[in-house]
């Protein structure tokens, strides 16, 4: 099956250690993304890759790391110099369709919390 | 500036009655339109867009969006609210050439009464 997976799907940390958060997908889409989700709000973009070997910084950075050594993997470091960790994180791959627009794919999402 | 607006961060029908999910937006830009569908702790799903073709877009699960230039809207309906239909939807622009121009409604919640 063609998909986006993330691992793992509940992540416990305690402050001051850094975790690193997989996303993988199979779709051959050249983008990925990392967006962070707090209860009752909308998505922030974090960091985004359109190829391989370059990503960008999204609204909300800081905090944050990314590697992008392969198509098909795009994995987040939460550092300690991230102040408010807790959250869910979602991963998501576009393509560039006929029509020139980015569609973006979601994975299952991964749910960090702080102890 | 670009912007997207979902009207209601909550709204509840009953079972069997139609859907209606507002969402308007700001472009100076001819914009892609966009409806997720996110079923708690899960990631988002596609439920329909908005390219540059038709106005009356049709998505899974029954539901559809009309875009409206002059009204600058996207509004989601469904004409039979289902149980299963209960979930935080997003509606979403994003505008040509640049991934970091992709911006998310706050989301709106949509509870269904039996």
């Known amino acids: 099956d063609g998909g986006i997976t993330q691992s793992p799907k509940y992540l416990f940390r305690k402050e001051g250690q850094n975790v690193t958060l997989s996303c993988e997908q199979n779709l051959n889409h050249d983008a990925m993304y990392w967006y962070r989700q707090d209860p009752g709000q909308g998505l922030r973009l974090i960091y985004y890759?359109?190829?391989?070997?370059?990503?960008q910084k999204g609204d909300i950075a800081e905090g944050y790391s990314v590697s992008r050594e392969k198509k098909e993997s795009f994995p987040l470091t939460v550092t300690s110099a991230q102040k408010n960790p807790t959250a869910f994180y979602l991963c998501?791959?576009?393509?560039?369709?006929?029509?020139?627009?980015?569609?973006?794919?979601f994975g299952p999402g991964t749910r960090l919390t702080v102890l | 500036a670009q912007s997207v607006t979902q009207l209601d961060s909550h709204v509840s029908v009953s079972e069997g009655t139609p859907v209606l999910l507002r969402c308007n937006y700001s472009s100076s830009y001819s914009p892609s339109l966009f409806w997720y569908v996110q079923h708690p702790n899960k990631g988002l799903q596609l439920l329909l867009k908005y390219t540059s073709a038709a106005t009356l877009v049709k998505g899974i699960n029954g539901f559809e969006a009309e875009f409206k230039k002059s009204e600058t809207s996207f509004h989601l309906t469904k004409p039979s609210a289902h149980m299963s239909d209960a979930a935080e939807y997003f509606c979403?622009?994003?505008?040509?050439?640049?991934?970091?121009?992709?911006?998310f409604g706050s989301g709106t919640r949509l509870s269904i009464r039996p």
């Open positions: 979403v622009v994003t505008w040509y050439s640049s991934a970091s121009k992709i911006i």
């Open positions: 998501a791959s576009s393509i560039r369709g006929r029509d020139s627009t980015d569609t973006q794919y």
């Open positions: 890759s359109q190829i391989v070997n370059d990503f």
